[in-house]
């Protein structure tokens, strides 16, 4: 690999990073804001989400769980991995990491943030925490093969697991009729809103019963960055969705693309708000029963998938 | 006459273990009971002739009688009688005991540790006599509800590194503390969760952590007047009730007759208060399982119904309404076209609520089989109120007890038998079209007349009075004793939540976790609000207070 590649990966990362932390909080805020209206409400201004960061970023830093160093852990590695998927995901553009990362280091970043989330629920160590984590864990072993399985369709179609190749619409590229893209376009859909843990599938923090669950014990700058990392992962995953699942428009001039992949995820996060709001919040096994249909379906999706389908 | 034949029944089988009776009138009964009789009394009117429990009252006669007393009270619904059934104590050198009923009338348990606690009266034979209303560093010995405790007493050795004694837990499960302060409570109260997994084994309770001794400040401090007002603060969402339910007491127990329209107006208040305590409530359940924007839609439906209070009464909450005898405000014919007005338009609007709730089957889910009350429940926790309704039990005090003037209106008594929280949101829902169909009435039959009845000379002291009022949340019961000195001797004042409560434990048991908010959260527990907001700016230690014009103009800046 040339220097000159390198620059260019690392460029572009961080400009995705930054586009991330940038879009984040305006997405954040537009959802607020819809869902001000639709329960009809003034709401707080656009902007409010980055104020509220900042907020919390200037606050005193009070370390108040079991064990400290894995807090503090915890805290980075949310947004850390939140921000490295970012150098993966395709924004209208090819994603800089393309050449150096495949399908399967994707699916174990994703992982990771999931994982975050339990290590913050361990180390604040109290019971409501510890109750938070064992709904996340529950939701995590269900939910999670479900994004590893959309990649693997796209990887059996292209026969690689190069990033550049199984992202970017590769679900649809059967031999046949796209029956398992189909499928797994409903599939996404359905599950997206638990994807980014919004009402009805916040229940891992679910804050009228149990507290925020993992996020009991932190405050100040520790929870600006889980927060941050929330507000990011909506972000991604609708990118990673629109990459995989819509990619009609990407051919055009960049343009046109850019602002279209960017419009497409905004349509994709007012879906998210309107559901949240029009829905009161799953219990943990609802949600699981509700989850593991859709995981067989994806099976079934795979089957299709590896025939050519 | 309905008490005369339950005292003809009792009379028959007791015989000469009842000293004396007092018949006041058709539908209050109050009979003397010897101690040895209690039991035995108290488990023929509560299994055999099926009555309701409502509370028992504990008082230090000695003063006056030389002995303690302790009153059980009951209510025949079907036979509109209220009945009290006393018992006098002797002192026994401060030490008072009486046999405890709890064994056969389950749901005194909570009243009988309650007068343990408060005027030092033992319930003999009570399997769980612990300490239930005092703070834990209390010492042992020193009753607040004494006479000769005075009301602002703090007893020297009081120690506050005490702890409550908790239960061990049952083997295999992790304690989930719910409380002190926990986002859906809202007010100091704690469960002790025994969970296992996911799931409820049992819990342990542990309240009262903001008593406030209004009982004991009425007994010493203010007189027959102040006490509505300061009634009225018990709860910050029934205040009315208290309100109504205190002078009612008096009234009956002083034998005042309140001139119509006074009664016209109260009924009128009361189910204003029903109306915006029942919307208030089914936002709040919607908040409790995650569904804000029902929550948010519930309370602007709300607001107009808020602000036709306060064009009434000067205040959204806390009315002021009632004086012994009558009430202060009028409700004038400028007022009774813009109250049809905004229930026409509550009207509406809230039948756009049901049909959207009635079809969400989101909400269904997390609210059908969950929190389930049966009917014996019912009846061996006194449960009362929509909870009572939901389990299928017709029990709703406006019709069983008649006060105000609901006599004269016409309502149903909303009845579902699930047992469960949707069947609660369900009777609160349909409860909601009642209360506007029974102001409706009012306005119109509202006769003209005085507001207050002229009372001439000092109230009897020594007299017994009993009232219970249709609180949204089921029956407050208020019992007063009057007295000297232009206030009561005793007054005990028995809220919806304290017979609800206790049903919560079988409740919650062998449920999931998620549903704990949502089965506490049916009972609907109440939490009150500040109205006057001070601002100091502590770098230059400015302070400005907000004037009304201004704190109106923020909280009704168009959003």
């Given amino acids: 690999m040339s220097v000159m590649t390198f620059l260019k990966i690392f460029a572009g990362g961080l400009a995705n990073v930054l586009a991330v932390l940038l879009l984040a909080p305006l997405f954040e805020g537009i959802l607020r804001k819809v869902t001000a209206v639709i329960q009809s409400r003034q709401g707080p201004p656009l902007w409010q989400p980055y104020f509220d960061l900042l907020k919390l970023l200037g606050k005193e830093d009070i370390e108040s769980g079991e064990s400290p160093w894995m807090q503090r852990l915890a805290a980075y590695l949310s947004l850390g991995a939140v921000l490295t998927v970012a150098w993966m995901v395709p924004m209208g553009y090819a994603p800089p990491l393309s050449p150096a990362g495949d399908a399967i280091l994707l699916i174990y970043l994703l992982g990771l943030c999931a994982i975050s989330t339990l290590l913050a629920g361990l180390a604040a160590g109290s019971t409501y925490s510890l109750l938070g984590i064992s709904r996340e864990m529950m939701t995590v072993i269900t939910l999670e093969p479900l994004f590893a399985v959309a990649l693997v369709i796209g990887a059996v179609h292209t026969g690689t697991l190069r990033l550049e190749a199984v992202l970017s619409g590769s679900v649809y590229a059967a031999a046949g009729f796209p029956w398992s893209g189909i499928l797994m376009l409903g599939i996404m859909l359905l599950s997206f809103q638990a994807f980014v843990q919004r009402v009805p599938f916040d229940i891992s923090e679910a804050e009228t019963e149990i507290m925020e669950g993992p996020l009991v014990e932190y405050s100040g700058p520790k929870l600006a960055l889980f927060k941050y990392a929330q507000m990011a992962k909506l972000v991604l995953y609708g990118a990673l969705f629109v990459a995989l699942f819509v990619p009609w428009g990407a051919g055009l001039p960049w343009y046109c693309s850019v602002p279209l992949f960017w419009l497409k995820v905004g349509v994709l996060v007012l879906l998210v708000t309107l559901v949240a709001a029009t829905h009161a919040r799953y219990r943990i096994d609802q949600a699981l029963r509700y989850y593991v249909i859709l995981l067989g379906v994806a099976l079934v999706a795979l089957v299709l998938a590896s025939n050519g389908y | ?559």
Avoid at chain 2, 463 to 479: N, Q, T
Wanted: charged share 25%.
């Fill in chain 2, 1 to 559: 006459m309905a008490s005369r034949d339950i005292l003809h029944q009792l009379k028959q089988r007791f015989g000469a273990a009842l000293p004396r009776a007092n018949v006041a009138g058709l539908d209050r009964l109050y009979v003397f009971v010897t101690p040895e009789a209690l039991k035995d009394v108290c488990q023929f009117i509560f299994r055999d002739l099926d009555a309701r429990y409502i509370i028992s009252i504990g008082a230090d006669d000695r003063p006056y009688s030389g002995k303690f007393l302790v009153a059980h009270n009951f209510a025949f619904d079907a036979r509109h009688v209220l009945c009290s059934v006393l018992t006098e104590v002797n002192a026994n050198g401060g030490r008072p005991q009486v046999p405890s009923i709890t064994e056969v009338v389950p749901p005194a348990n909570w009243a009988e540790r309650e007068f343990r606690d408060l005027v030092g009266i033992e319930p003999v034979g009570h399997r769980y006599p612990k300490r239930l209303v005092l703070p834990d560093g209390w010492p042992e010995g020193v009753h607040p509800l004494r006479k000769d405790v005075p009301h602002d007493f703090c007893p020297p050795d009081y120690d506050e590194n005490r702890d409550f004694q908790f239960e061990a837990p049952p083997e295999g499960c992790v304690v989930v503390p719910f409380g002190p302060f926990h986002p859906t409570l809202d007010e100091p109260t704690h469960f002790r969760l025994y969970v296992e997994g996911e799931t409820v084994r049992g819990c342990e309770y542990r309240g009262f952590m903001a008593h406030r001794g209004i009982e004991k400040l009425a007994e010493t401090v203010l007189g027959y007047n102040d006490i509505p007002m300061m009634a009225e603060r018990i709860c910050g969402i029934c205040g009315c009730v208290h309100n109504v339910a205190y002078a009612q007491a008096v009234e009956n127990a002083a034998a005042i007759v309140v001139p119509p329209r006074a009664e016209y107006i109260r009924t009128i208040m009361l189910e204003l208060e029903r109306l915006h305590s029942h919307l208030l409530w089914v936002g709040l359940a919607c908040h409790i399982v995650g569904f804000d924007t029902l929550f948010m839609q519930a309370f602007r439906i709300r607001e107009p119904v808020m602000w036709m209070a306060e064009q009434i009464s000067g205040n959204r909450k806390t009315y002021s309404l009632c004086v012994i005898g009558g009430v202060r405000w009028e409700i004038t014919p400028e007022l009774r076209t813009g109250l049809r007005q905004v229930l026409d338009k509550l009207e509406a609007e809230w039948q756009a609520v049901v049909a959207a709730v009635s079809r969400d089957r989101n909400l269904q889910r997390r609210t059908r089989g969950v929190g389930i009350a049966t009917p014996e429940l019912v009846k061996n926790a006194a449960l009362i109120g929509p909870v009572a309704r939901a389990a299928g039990v017709a029990m709703d005090c406006r019709r069983d007890h008649p006060y105000a003037a609901y006599d004269r209106v016409e309502f149903e008594v909303i009845v579902e038998h699930g047992g469960d929280v949707w069947s609660r949101v369900v009777v609160r829902m349909k409860e909601v079209f009642e209360s506007i169909k029974i102001i409706r009435q009012c306005l119109d039959k509202m006769e003209p007349g005085p507001l207050q009845a002229e009372i001439k000379d000092e109230l009897p002291p020594g007299r017994f009075g009993m009232s219970s009022v249709e609180a949204p949340r089921g029956e407050s019961h208020h019992f007063v004793i009057t007295g000297e000195n232009n206030r009561p001797r005793r007054w005990r004042v028995r809220a919806p939540t304290y017979q609800n409560l206790q049903g919560i434990p079988a409740m919650i048991k062998d449920q999931q976790l998620a549903d704990m908010t949502i089965s506490l959260g049916s009972i609907d527990p109440c939490f009150s609000c500040t109205d006057r907001l001070e601002v100091v700016d502590i770098r230059n230690q400015q302070t400005h207070v907000w004037s009304q014009e201004e704190l109106v103009r923020l909280a009704r800046r168009k959003t």
